[in-house]
C-alpha cells in the first residue's frame, strides 16, 4: 500500500497534495507537543490513534530510491525521541510484561486491549481508547486484578464432564475492519486452531490441576482469548475453543468449525 502523501505515477512514487503537506504540519504540531490525536486533527490528516503512529515512525517519509524526502532527518528524529519519552512517562511499553498480553479483546470494536499505568493505576482499556486520549470505543476498563478474578472465578467451574460438548453455537466477534477478507481472517485468527476433540484429553489433564491461586503459566496453557463486552462481561474462551461466559460463568459455547464465527 503507498504511504499517506505519496501518490504513484508511471510506475513512481510522487508527493500527493495536499496530502504531503499534511504530513509536514503532523511532524510539526506532533513535535511542538500535541499528542497524537490533536496533531492529526489540526493538521488534516484525521487519522486513527495507530495510524498517526506508524507514520510518525514511517522511514520512507526521509526518502531513498523510491520515495521522496518530505521530512527533514532532525524534525524526524525529534519525533521518534518524543515518541519515547511519553511511552515511558506513560509506562506503557514492552516491559509492561502482563500474563494477560496479547489475549485480551475487545468484543464491541475487535480492538486488542492493552494495559496502561495512568495516574499510578494500572488499567486495562480498548487499544482504540487509551485512557489519555477521548474514548472513541464504549469498552469498559478494567484492573488486572479483575481479570485474575474472572479468571479464578471461571476456572472453578471447569470439571472434565462439562469440558465436551455436541453444540455448535455461534461465537459475536467484533468487527475490526470494513474489509471482509481481513475480517474473515481476523475471526480464523481467534478461532482456528487444532481440532477441539483432539486437544480435549490434553485439556482435562490440564484442569485438574485447578490452582487454588491465581498462576499465570495455568492460565497460558489452559486460556486461548479473552473478550470484553461493553457491560463489562468477561469470557474465556480455552483451548479446546469452549467458551465460558456469563456473570458465574455458567454459560457455554462450543466452537467445533471456526467459519461457523459470525463475521
Known amino acids: 500500500m503507498t504511504p499517506y502523501g505519496y501518490e504513484m505515477k508511471n510506475g513512481k512514487a510522487i508527493l500527493a497534495e495536499p496530502e504531503s503537506e499534511k504530513i509536514k504540519i503532523l511532524f ?3 513535535n511542538s507537543g500535541l499528542s497524537m490525536a490533536d496533531a492529526s486533527k489540526k493538521s488534516g490528516v484525521n487519522k486513527c490513534h495507530y495510524s498517526i503512529g506508524k ?3 514511517n522511514k520512507k517519509y526521509l526518502g531513498d530510491d ?3 524526502k518530505i521530512i527533514e532527518s532532525e524534525i524526524f528524529e525529534k519525533a521518534q525521541i518524543l515518541r519515547k519519552q511519553k511511552v515511558e512517562s506513560l509506562n ?3 516491559k509492561l510484561i502482563s500474563p494477560f498480553a496479547s489475549l485480551v479483546h475487545c468484543e464491541t ?3 486488542m486491549y492493552k494495559k496502561y499505568i495512568y495516574k499510578s493505576k494500572e488499567i486495562w482499556c480498548c487499544a482504540s481508547s487509551p485512557p489519555y486520549e477521548k474514548s472513541k470505543c464504549k469498552s469498559p476498563r478494567l484492573s488486572e486484578a479483575e481479570l ?3 479468571f479464578l472465578k471461571m476456572i472453578r467451574k471447569l470439571n472434565p464432564d462439562n469440558i465436551k460438548s455436541d453444540k455448535i453455537n455461534h461465537i459475536i ?3 475490526k475492519t470494513s474489509d471482509p477478507f481481513k475480517q474473515a481472517e481476523y475471526v480464523y485468527s481467534l478461532v482456528s486452531g487444532e481440532k477441539p476433540e483432539i486437544k480435549a484429553k490434553e485439556f482435562v489433564e490440564i484442569i485438574s490441576e485447578n490452582p487454588k491461586m491465581f498462576d ?3 492460565l497460558k496453557r489452559i486460556v486461548k482469548n479473552i473478550f470484553i463486552s461493553c457491560d463489562k462481561e468477561i469470557s474465556f474462551m480455552l483451548i479446546n475453543n469452549q467458551i465460558f461466559k456469563g456473570d458465574d460463568f455458567d454459560e457455554c459455547e462450543y466452537i467445533h468449525d471456526p467459519v461457523k464465527a459470525e463475521i
Open 28 to 30: 510539526e504540531l506532533y
Open 55 to 57: 507514520m510518525l515512525s
Open 66 to 68: 523510491f520515495y521522496p
Open 92 to 94: 506503557r511499553n514492552e
Open 109 to 111: 470494536c475487535g480492538n
Open 148 to 150: 485474575e478474578e474472572s
Open 173 to 175: 466477534i467484533g468487527r
Open 216 to 218: 499465570m503459566n495455568f
